[in-house]
C-alpha cells in the first residue's frame, strides 16, 4: 500500500494559466503522489472552470456576494477545503483578501505568487509598479500567505530581466512564463516533504 496523495485545493478567480501549469505536471508525473481536489472560484464565469472540467477535476463556484462579508465567506470555504480533506491550498489568481478565518485554518499550507521580487512591489499591479520604477531585474516570488499583504515567509524566486525593448505586455508575458514552472516547482517540493519553516525562512530538505 502506498501513501495516500497529497490533495490540492486551487483557488482562482479567472484565467487559471497557473492552474493548468500545476495539473498538466501532475499528469506528466513530475509532482508525484498528489492530485487536485477541487478548483473553487468565486466568478462563475472564470475560464478556469473550463480549464478544470477538462482534467475532470470537481468544480466548486463559491460566490463571494452570496455572503455578508469576508469573514463569512472565510468560513463557507474552510469547511468546503475540509470537506475536500486538502492538505495544500493553492492560489492561483484568487481576487481576494483572506481573512484570519482562513490563514488561521490552514498554517504554511496555503501558497501564492506574486508577480515580483518580494518584498519589492507588493499589493496589485506589480508588474507595472516595476516597470514604472525603471528597475533592471523584476520576477516572481512563491511564498506561504500569512496575515499581511505579500509578506509570508518565501519558498522560490524567479529572476526576469527588464530589457530596454521591453513593454509592460511583453515584460508580463515573460514573468508569466517563469511564474508557471516556479509555482510547479514549488508545489513539488511541498508535495515531497521538502519545505519546513522557521521563522521568516523556508528550509529546503535535500
Known amino acids: 500500500m502506498g501513501t495516500a496523495p497529497i490533495k490540492l485545493a486551487v483557488l482562482v478567480s479567472g484565467n487559471g494559466s497557473n492552474f493548468q501549469a500545476i495539473i498538466d505536471a501532475i499528469e506528466a508525473g513530475r509532482i508525484p503522489n498528489t492530485r487536485v481536489a477541487c478548483l473553487i472560484s468565486n466568478k ?10 477538462k482534467h475532470n477535476v470537481k468544480t466548486i463556484v463559491l460566490d463571494h456576494k452570496a455572503y455578508p462579508n ?11 477545503l475540509r470537506q475536500h480533506e486538502v492538505d495544500l491550498v ?5 481576487m481576494r483578501l483572506l481573512s484570519p478565518i482562513m490563514i488561521d485554518a490552514f498554517p504554511n499550507a496555503i501558497m501564492n505568487i506574486h508577480p515580483a521580487l518580494l518584498p519589492a512591489f507588493p499589493g496589485l499591479d506589480a508588474q507595472q509598479q516595476a516597470f514604472d520604477y525603471g528597475v533592471r531585474y523584476t520576477g516572481c516570488t512563491v511564498h506561504f500567505v500569512d496575515n499581511g499583504t505579500d509578506t509570508g515567509p518565501i ?14 505586455e511583453s515584460l508580463t508575458q515573460r514573468i508569466h512564463g517563469e511564474e508557471h514552472r516556479t509555482y510547479v516547482e ?21
Open 90 to 94: 493553492i492560489l492561483a489568481g484568487f
Open 70 to 80: 469576508r469573514q463569512a465567506y472565510d468560513t463557507a470555504l474552510v469547511e468546503l
Open 155 to 168: 519558498i522560490l524566486q524567479s529572476v526576469v530581466p527588464v530589457l530596454g525593448s521591453d513593454t509592460i
Open 44 to 53: 462563475s464565469e472564470a475560464f478556469a472552470l473550463e480549464r478544470a472540467r
Open 186 to 206: 514549488a508545489v513539488r517540493l511541498f508535495c515531497a516533504g521538502r519545505l519546513k519553516v522557521e521563522g521568516r525562512k523556508v528550509i529546503i530538505n535535500e
